[in-house]
């Protein structure tokens, strides 16, 4: 996402007029681009690959193959790249044509310098923004394929090559991470990769459960063993014998829990609810938590001895922010899944894409940002709440400032949340229905923070 080099662009210039032709190269070489002149279109297509990093310039009037013929050519060879072509006063009519057929732009003789300039300038960001696109999507393609866990930056090439390492062994791992960076993906992985990838990957979430139903869900229990239970249920654990157990937000686990599982961990065996029967289980657990298990002070409830039975190895994982690099090749990602799902076109980077990317925090690290692809595959405006669209951040009088500043706060705290409207409610301190008339106003839609899984 660095600016370009402008020096670097190179421009194919065609004109049979020998002195125009050396005139405007003298031009677009003062301006910093590396003009390349023929004075026939046909030499020049011969110089042109759909790879081409830079645009062309030609006159449309020339003996054997003429600027709109050239167009057709190379529209069929890369229907993006930009070409600019030189009229004269009579050809307008045909150069208004072209431009609706899809030429960039069109220059009439004669031209001011500036203008050329200008115009040729524009045409190279385009085509620079076009190839970034596609090497960003080829990136991502290839990414996904080897790997969901997707990333170029060194931390994640690390986290990649350590997941390989310890995917085959049978030790349990405890994964770090904040909320949205991608546990679920790593814990799945760790199975995928491993001997145990055609056993049952089980996934529980430990905070989603109450604690009246968390020990059930676990360990399975007997007909009869509690009110309601009138037939049989094997536990989590006991169904992912043989593959593997993910236990999610294990820092929510309820106090009782946490002592039967450290049992479980210790003795690889369950006790099922109303039963004195013990089966033995093969599983290996990947433990997760957003908070940090060492840190006594976040520990809280944790038991201690639970944390460093788990911690037999930890994996962190950085949030997104501190791997900013990957974003555009993320956000290419999610974005051309979103155009499938939606069944609509992938969209590009825009300069004000962008520039978002670069500059937003990301408290909701990738779960978020794959809600921002999905709503820019959607044609909405997801750089900027209502009040943003008629006024620039740094602009406006302090009442409007202060409800784009008020639209930012809502929207990060239901990414934090997942879209939970009690933690929200609770995080923000306000009523409930002081929050539904302000997601009103600022047009946010609630469901779309809520939690969605990252395949």
Not at 273 to 293: C, F, H, Q
Request: glycine share 8%; aromatic share 6%.
């Amino acid at each position: 996402m660095t600016e370009p080099d402008m020096g670097a662009v190179p421009v194919i210039l065609i004109d049979d007029d020998a002195d125009l032709l050396r005139a405007t190269g003298q031009t677009l070489e003062l301006a910093g681009f590396e003009p390349i002149a023929f004075a026939s279109a046909t030499d020049a297509l011969s110089k042109i690959s759909a790879d081409f990093p830079g645009i062309v310039v030609s006159d449309i009037r020339m003996p054997g193959l003429d600027g709109l013929e050239l167009y057709d050519r190379l529209r069929s060879l890369d229907e993006e790249l930009p070409v600019i072509l030189m009229t004269g006063h009579g050809d307008i009519p045909m150069a208004v044509k072209a431009i609706q057929s899809g030429v960039y732009d069109f220059l009439a003789k004669p031209f001011a310098t500036d203008r050329l300039v200008q115009c040729v300038r524009r045409a190279a960001e385009k085509r620079r923004l076009t190839l970034e696109n596609r090497r960003l999507r080829a990136a991502a393609q290839s990414s996904s394929q080897e790997s969901p866990l997707i990333g170029q930056t060194p931390v994640m090439q690390r986290l990649r090559n350590m997941l390989r390492q310890i995917a085959d062994t049978d030790i349990d791992v405890l994964v770090t991470g904040e909320t949205g960076s991608g546990k679920e993906i790593v814990a799945g992985l760790l199975h995928g990769w491993s001997r145990r990838a055609a056993g049952n990957f089980v996934a529980l979430n430990c905070g989603a459960l109450p604690q009246q139903v968390i020990e059930s869900e676990l360990f399975g229990h007997e007909p009869g063993a509690f009110t309601g239970a009138q037939k049989k249920r094997v536990g989590r654990i006991e169904h992912s014998s043989g593959g593997t157990l993910f236990l999610d937000e294990i820092e929510s686990m309820p106090m009782s829990a946490q002592v039967q599982m450290l049992r479980v961990l210790e003795m690889r065996e369950v006790m099922p609810l109303g039963t004195n029967e013990v089966r033995p289980v093969d599983l290996r657990i990947i433990a997760a938590s957003k908070v940090d298990l060492g840190d006594q002070a976040q520990r809280e409830t944790f038991r201690e001895d639970l944390y460093f039975r788990l911690n037999v190895v930890t994996i962190a994982i950085p949030p997104l922010r501190e791997r900013r690099d990957d974003i555009p090749l993320l956000f290419s990602y999610f974005a051309d899944r979103a155009a499938t799902r939606f069944d609509r076109e992938a969209p590009s980077i825009t300069p004000t894409i962008g520039q978002y990317l670069r500059d937003h925090h990301w408290p909701g690290n990738v779960r978020e940002l794959s809600h921002f692809a999905e709503r820019v595959v959607l044609g909405l405006d997801p750089t900027s709440s209502p009040a943003q669209q008629s006024a620039d951040p740094e602009t406006g009088s302090l009442p409007q400032r202060l409800e784009r500043y008020e639209a930012e706060i809502i929207r990060e705290t239901l990414t934090a949340c997942d879209g939970d409207v009690q933690q929200t409610i609770a995080a923000l301190g306000i009523p409930r229905k002081t929050f539904y008339d302000k997601l009103q106003r600022h047009g946010i839609v609630r469901s779309e923070f809520a939690d969605k899984r990252l395949s």
